[in-house]
């Protein structure tokens, strides 16, 4: 089995290289073959719903006792608020030490531009508690299906432990069965990433990142930065191991991330490498990630504290100190509400623009790139998420 993962991350990456070059040189055959990624993004969307629901249910009623479930939630909690924290700090100074966008010439018209649907503090907040939970199901909204999960979990912690042990084999049978189904279709990443990359390439080609290198290559710097010294300092001290050696036995998350650029879809990938490669226990891997996957989001809470003082100083807007401070705030809340799917940074981003007086009209300037950042950040997020659930797994089962 660990021989037959092997091969697969080496496939996966020459496919990504490969992907590359098909997009770039078969441009119309890579748009008219879109649907094959379309398929294995769809296959692995498929089981989101289910295993989210099904491994955190199973996570919390296999606990020990409540105190157990106190000590890893809260420990998850600490651990990304703290990263993220961090990422956006981190985000805001690189951006204020580069300073992008500086000299730029605002030449693109605005006027005939969509704009995206703007986010309200308020909005964030219902949208973590479902009024119906089978319209949350059916609609895929993985943040009130979490708080959903949670507390159903808690309230089956409290019955009779007959009852109790039905629900969590009936669960916990449902888990295994998509696991399995999992690794049926992880088989397929080679060919599902391969079209996906192509189509990226072939639709949006590789001109806008010439024009927007400056805010481009920013981004970049700062996310790598985080990945390899903020969370590989963290991860050699508390998750006790070296980082280089995490990176490689989780690496094929991260392609699959970067190549869907959506941490939800990456997620049942991300839980079978944890458990399997990473040897974490399944029920730290079962809450962790999951919750992760939706909340835990260090890349994009860096790249939107990054993008919106790019759009500041494009438009020419001087931001002070409080306002800065705003963006730190707002930012870390964007990164928890966003969805763990391809552009949603993007549209979080409204709500920070918004608390800092900018339009959102001005989206439009990045939009061209965005993509190509969503793949990096979407990688950083899951990147977080794995080195989140290694050191937590550590912390537990010292404890
Ligand atoms: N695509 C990202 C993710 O799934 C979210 C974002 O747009 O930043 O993690």
Redesign the pocket.
């Known amino acids: 089995m660990k021989k037959k993962l092997l091969k697969l991350e080496n496939i996966t990456f020459i496919a990504i290289i490969l992907g590359l070059f098909f997009g770039y040189f078969f441009k119309d055959l890579a748009l008219n073959l879109k649907v094959i990624g379309d398929i294995y993004i769809s296959l692995l969307k498929m089981l989101i719903i289910p295993l989210v629901f099904a491994s955190i249910f199973i996570a919390i009623v296999g606990l020990k006792n409540k105190n157990e479930l106190k000590s890893i939630g809260i420990k998850a909690f600490l651990y990304y608020i703290s990263t993220t924290a961090l990422a956006v700090i981190l985000g805001l100074l690189v951006v204020n030490i580069i300073n992008p966008g500086s000299n730029y010439e605002l030449t693109k018209d605005l006027t005939h531009t969509i704009t995206p649907k703007e986010v309200s503090i308020s909005d964030f907040l219902l949208s973590f508690i479902p009024t119906n939970i089978f319209n949350s199901l059916s609609n895929g909204k993985i943040l009130p299906i979490i708080f959903f999960a949670i507390i159903f979990a808690i309230s089956a912690m409290f019955i009779e432990k007959n009852k109790k042990e039905f629900l969590y084999n009936f669960f916990d049978s449902i888990n295994d069965s998509f696991m399995i189904l999992a690794k049926w279709i992880i088989n397929l990443t080679p060919i599902g990433v391969f079209f996906l990359i192509a189509f990226t390439v072939a639709k949006n080609g590789i001109e806008p990142i010439m024009e927007l290198y400056s805010y481009f290559l920013t981004v970049i710097l700062a996310l790598f930065t985080h990945a390899f010294f903020t969370l590989g300092i963290i991860l050699y001290f508390f998750g006790k191991i070296n980082p280089f050696t995490y990176f490689s036995q989780v690496k094929e998350a991260l392609m699959v ?1 970067f190549s869907t ?4 879809a990456t997620l049942p990938v991300s839980i079978e490498i944890a458990e399997l490669k990473a040897k974490i226990d399944k029920k730290v891997a079962g809450f962790v990630l999951p919750l992760g996957a939706t909340i835990n ?1 260090d ?2 809470a860096l ?1 939107e504290s990054i993008a919106v003082m790019f759009i500041a100083n494009i438009s020419g807007v001087e931001l002070s100190l409080t306002q800065q401070i705003t963006i730190f705030i707002m930012a870390t809340f964007a990164s928890i509400g ?9 549209i979080m981003m409204t709500m920070i623009l918004d608390s800092v007086g900018l339009s959102a009209e001005y989206i439009a300037l990045i939009i061209t790139v965005d993509r190509f950042l ?1 793949m990096f ?2 990688s950083i ?2 990147w977080g998420d794995l080195i989140g659930a290694k050191i937590i797994n550590q912390l537990i089962n010292k404890t």
């Open positions: 991330a650029a959506s941490s939800s989001m890349g994009t790249y966003a969805a763990g799917i391809p552009g949603a940074g993007l969503d950040r979407t997020n899951v």
